[in-house]
């Protein structure tokens, strides 16, 4: 969804979820038992809060923990560099100053993350559409063209968690677009064009942070990501996100973040020049600005 115009301590716990009633049964049989087998220390129950055999740092672990997270980020983009080339005519065309691409746009960004264990799936829809208008080279006479280029859709990613502890979390991922760049123009083309490239598949690294501690509740968060192309579309990204979340209750937690985004893409095509078709190379570097709201269950 576009709004504007278009250019991952005290004594340590475990949250344990909310299940249904067969696997809450399971949970408390398995903790009186442990407390009478392994004569276990004391523990500490608040609520939904378990140590022991539902913690992920402990080597009795067998129950596996389903938590999701959701992400709504309002974003300013813009488009910070980028061209169009026709390297074998020796022509190159700025962006932002011969397309128009100059604004800074607003865009909402959304994802889902469902966990299990180390592993988690995550879907994002994420925006990136941007519109400038600029006179038809040559043509004086005729009223201004438009240029776009959109990058938008829904992007399948999967995460390894190669070190959990708690709330942090640092692994590595993978990541698939749904669709492709797309860039058309009828600026510096008469009668207008469109190249696009192939969907692009990533991998990268990302850390959460999130220690236990608190002060009045509150615990600090922070949270990269960063991911290099391995197919289709050469993409590179890179986010960073710091803020604060919210005390664990029954019903999950919230947090506030801001933070940075850098993404940059570069495909190749073909397109007609003067009548004849020739190779041409398109590539971007978008950089914003984002405020977000997540919820962790």
Known sequence: ??????????????????????????????FVGGIILLNAGP????????????DISSPLVFIPHLQGELQVKPIWVRIESGQQ?????????????????????????????????R????????????V?????????????????????????????????????????????DLFPPIFNE???TIGGKKISGPAALTLGIHAVYNPITNFYGLSPVVEARVSWPILGTEVTDLELAIGVKAPETVLGSLALKGGYRRTNVEFKDRQMFNGVPVSTGFDAIMRGWFAELAYYY
Not at 93 to 117: A, H, K
Request: charged content about 25%.
């Open 1 to 30: 969804m576009c709004i504007g115009r278009s250019d991952e301590r005290s004594q340590p716990i475990k949250m344990n979820k909310r299940r249904p009633l067969c696997s809450r049964v399971l949970v408390v049989a398995a």
């Open 43 to 54: 523990f500490t129950p608040t609520a939904q809060a378990f140590y022991g055999l539902t």
């Open 85 to 117: 080339t026709l390297p074998s005519v020796g022509t190159a065309w700025n962006l932002r100053n011969q397309f128009g691409l100059d604004e800074t746009p607003l865009f909402v960004d959304i994802m889902c993350r469902f966990q299990i264990s």
């Open 119 to 130: 592993f988690s799936l995550r879907i994002v829809y994420e925006i990136r559409d941007f």
């Open 132 to 176: 400038g208008k600029k006179k038809v080279v040559d043509r004086p006479d005729q009223p201004e063209a438009e240029a776009r280029f959109s990058y938008t859709g829904i992007r399948l990613g999967g995460d390894f968690d190669i070190f959990q502890r708690y709330k942090t979390r640092v692994g590595m991922n993978m990541d698939y």
């Open 186 to 188: 009828a600026v510096q």
